[in-house]
């Protein structure tokens, strides 16, 4: 199951690259610093990775959704069992050399708890575990973090809310990519979590430990 997941993920991260690439100066708008992208997403310290990501200071933002609404929108697929299916937030993207486009891409989805594999042991070394939600980790071309979000009713064992992070392109790699990946996604999921009100029970704390 995971290993599907991760494939999907990167044949959905190809696809969006190919067409960020291709759309070429239609998708380009004006450039933001980190802490204006996705309509004010991150936090000032957290879009300090984002310029870490990237080795920029300025990017473009590809439709985003506005917190609230966004929220809304889950919410309503969660109710309507039509959450299944990746809903993007937002796309951040950055010329950078040789025409090569950085990319970071923020999803949420609604997943069955009951589909959630448990990570491999020994976890490979690409892949850092962290702990945030459920279960959380990052990788070297993304990180996820599954979190509880009954939204006011009881969910034992029934839907996760899964928070999910592509990039490409970055100049941050290794630990210290995956770091920055896991930290940018939470401080997404915070958002979101504190919207739909369930921040105090997400595990999603502001700060966490970071592997080194």
Same mark, same amino acid.
């Given at each position: 199951?995971? %290993? !599907?997941?991760?494939?999907?993920?990167?044949?959905?991260?190809?696809? @969006?690259?190919?067409?960020?690439?291709?759309?070429?100066?239609?998708?380009?708008?004006?450039?933001?610093? *980190?802490?204006?992208?996705? &309509? @004010?997403?991150?936090?000032?310290?957290?879009?300090?990775?984002?310029?870490?990501?990237?080795? $920029? +200071?300025?990017?473009?933002? %590809? %439709?985003?959704?506005?917190?609230?609404?966004?929220?809304?929108?889950?919410?309503?697929?969660?109710?309507?069992?039509?959450?299944?299916? =990746?809903?993007?937030?937002?796309?951040?993207?950055?010329?950078? &050399?040789?025409?090569?486009?950085?990319?970071?891409?923020?999803?949420?989805?609604?997943? =069955?708890? +009951?589909?959630? =594999?448990?990570?491999?042991?020994?976890?490979?070394?690409?892949?850092?575990?962290?702990?945030?939600?459920?279960?959380? &980790? !990052?990788?070297?071309?993304? *990180?996820?973090?599954?979190?509880?979000?009954? $939204?006011?009713?009881? !969910?034992?064992?029934?839907?996760?809310?899964?928070?999910?992070?592509?990039? *490409?392109?970055? +100049?941050?790699?290794?630990?210290?990519?995956?770091? !920055?990946?896991?930290?940018?996604?939470?401080? *997404?999921?915070?958002?979101?979590?504190?919207?739909?009100?369930?921040?105090?029970?997400?595990? $999603?704390?502001?700060?966490? %430990?970071?592997?080194?």
């Amino acid at each position: 199951m995971a %290993h !599907a997941i991760r494939s999907a993920m990167c044949a959905m991260l190809a696809l @969006s690259i190919t067409s960020c690439s291709s759309s070429g100066n239609e998708q380009r708008g004006r450039q933001l610093p *980190a802490t204006k992208v996705c &309509e @004010s997403l991150l936090p000032k310290k957290v879009a300090g990775e984002l310029d870490a990501l990237a080795g $920029l +200071k300025e990017f473009t933002q %590809h %439709h985003p959704r506005g917190i609230e609404s966004f929220a809304s929108l889950l919410g309503s697929l969660e109710a309507s069992q039509r959450g299944q299916g =990746d809903q993007e937030l937002c796309r951040i993207t950055a010329d950078i &050399e040789r025409s090569r486009l950085f990319t970071v891409a923020i999803y949420f989805q609604w997943f =069955d708890a +009951k589909m959630l =594999d448990p990570p491999p042991k020994p976890m490979g070394s690409n892949t850092t575990p962290y702990p945030l939600g459920v279960r959380s &980790e !990052a990788y070297d071309f993304g *990180a996820t973090i599954y979190f509880s979000c009954p $939204l006011g009713k009881p !969910a034992p064992g029934g839907k996760l809310l899964r928070a999910g992070l592509w990039t *490409a392109n970055t +100049k941050l790699t290794g630990q210290a990519g995956r770091n !920055a990946r896991i930290t940018i996604l939470n401080a *997404a999921a915070r958002k979101i979590a504190r919207q739909l009100d369930c921040l105090d029970t997400a595990n $999603l704390p502001e700060t966490f %430990h970071k592997a080194t």
